[in-house]
């Protein structure tokens, strides 16, 4: 089946303590990306990667980072988070670039989400 | 800028009646695609649509339609005789113009009751 995959699902934390969320995907895909939602602000990028080696920032990158070193993972590094990073966070993929995936007909695959708790 | 506005936080029905979302969208763009996703109280986002700026025509599935006009600024999804299984957080979202990412609205939380 095809499929964005996260992990954990939940997570609760405290400040200061390094944690990653992973995300992997099965379609081959080209295009992954994070994004964090909040009450009353939707959903915002915070990374995203084109391919292998090919990351860049999104609307809201402060206090993350990202690697991709395989095409099938993209996970999501806290390395110090604070309160500030409670969040809903999903990851998502799509065959190419969005831009190219509109035109390949290739809506964004999006993971079952994240539940961050920074205490 | 580009920007999507969803004024309607919360909305409320009962089974059976019409609803529609609003979807305002801001775009320099001519070209340009728009998208509806639900969230529905697992958590997960699903896909339900894309359009793009040069096709005009609404667009319907089963008891869910979409009137994009280009005039206001507008895709507003309506959904037809509601269940409560349609209760979910729906956003609207625009591509950047980049096309590196999604613009999200803030989501407009329908609930269906019986």
């Known amino acids: 089946e095809a499929q964005v995959t996260q992990n954990p699902r939940y997570l609760i934390t405290v400040t200061g303590k390094k944690l990653t969320v992973t995300c992997s995907q099965n379609m081959n895909h080209e295009y992954m990306s994070w994004y964090r939602q909040d009450p009353g602000l939707g959903l915002r990028q915070i990374y995203y990667?084109?391919?292998?080696?090919?990351?860049d920032k999104g609307d809201v990158p402060e206090g993350y980072k990202v690697s991709r070193k395989e095409k099938r993972n993209f996970p999501l590094i806290l390395e110090s988070p604070s309160p500030n990073q409670t969040s809903l966070y999903f990851c998502?993929?799509?065959?190419?670039?969005?831009?190219?995936?509109?035109?390949?007909?290739?809506?964004?695959?999006f993971g079952n989400g994240t539940r961050l708790t920074v205490t | 800028a580009q920007k999507v506005t969803q004024a309607q936080t919360e909305i409320s029905v009962v089974e059976k009646e019409d609803v529609t979302l609003d979807c305002v969208y801001e775009t320099r763009d001519t070209t340009y695609y728009l998208f509806w996703y639900k969230q529905p109280p697992s958590g997960e986002l699903v896909f339900l649509i894309r359009?793009?700026?040069?096709?005009?025509q609404n667009e319907i599935s089963g008891r869910y339609s979409w009137n994009f006009q280009k005039s206001t600024s507008s895709f507003n999804f309506t959904i037809t005789a509601s269940q409560v299984v349609d209760s979910a957080v729906y956003f609207c979202?625009?591509?950047?113009?980049?096309?590196?990412?999604?613009?999200f609205g803030k989501g407009t939380t329908l609930s269906v009751s019986s």
């Open positions: 998502a993929s799509s065959s190419t670039f969005p831009g190219q995936a509109i035109i390949a007909n290739s809506p964004l695959h």
């Open positions: 990667s084109m391919n292998v080696e090919v990351t």
């Open positions: 359009r793009n700026s040069f096709d005009e």
């Open positions: 979202a625009l591509l950047n113009q980049a096309g590196t990412a999604l613009i």
